[in-house]
């Protein structure tokens, strides 16, 4: 069964194939907004991936939440995946399916149980990654390169930056080497996909009948009156 990508959706997953491709490193973000589909991408690229024999894909996220909702969205668009959950929180323990999705809290001091290692390792919601060696997510990385150091990492997220830490590809303890692709806000809500933001104006207005000015602005003795 295929399923047809939106145009920019499609640009998304050919924007990492051309990374690789142009040896920009192995472990690229796509930028993709709430709202833009980032489940069919997803999908899209363990179906690619599922196309050479014996390939691994592990999904990480850090909810059980999103691992339901991605593994319910990959069976809607790839009925024929063949996967398994690694989550305390759902009670589910399968690491022996040629696709796993894994809550980072169950799996990450199991990286050397997942036999054979992964190729591919897709990280959800990447801007909760901090640059830390010793986080979670960076102890299991790195012991999953030992297993395994032709491993992709690719992390999808809706903004590459945190506030407290700066870009996630950039600086000492980034998992992420640069962005395949970035998907503008501006361009879904020009297509339609997304609606344009518009603020709610306050309930209470001032009338302002009456209010004088002195130098260009409101007299303030005035205008406090008034409000």
Not at 152 to 176: C, M, N, Q, S, W
Not at 181 to 196: C, K, N, T
Request: glycine letters at 10%.
């Amino acid at each position: 069964m295929t399923f047809e990508l939106r145009d920019y959706q499609k640009e998304a997953v050919d924007g990492l194939y051309n990374y690789w491709a142009g040896k920009a490193g192995d472990n690229p973000l796509i930028v993709a907004p709430t709202g833009s589909g980032k489940t069919a991408i997803i999908a899209q690229i363990i179906m690619d991936a599922m196309s050479f024999p014996g390939t691994r894909v592990l999904v990480v996220t850090h909810v059980k939440e999103l691992l339901e909702q991605g593994a319910n969205g990959l069976l809607k668009l790839y009925p024929e995946a063949d996967f398994g959950m690694y989550s305390a929180g759902l009670k589910q323990k399968v690491l022996d399916r040629p696709i796993t999705f894994a809550g980072i809290q169950s799996v990450w001091e199991r990286a050397y149980d997942i036999v054979p290692a992964p190729d591919l390792v897709l990280i959800d919601e990447a801007h909760l990654l901090p640059k830390n060696s010793e986080t979670r997510y960076n102890r299991f990385i790195t012991d999953l390169k030992v297993c395994n150091p032709l491993v992709k990492v690719v992390g999808l997220t809706a903004t590459p930056y945190r506030l407290d830490t700066g870009y996630l590809h950039k600086g000492e303890g980034a998992i992420f080497d640069g962005i395949a692709h970035d998907i503008p806000v501006a361009m879904l809500m020009e297509q339609g996909y997304l609606s344009p933001v518009i603020s709610k104006g306050g309930v209470k207005q001032i009338d302002l009948t009456g209010v004088g000015k002195r130098g260009g602005e409101f007299i303030e003795s005035q205008l406090a009156t008034a409000a």
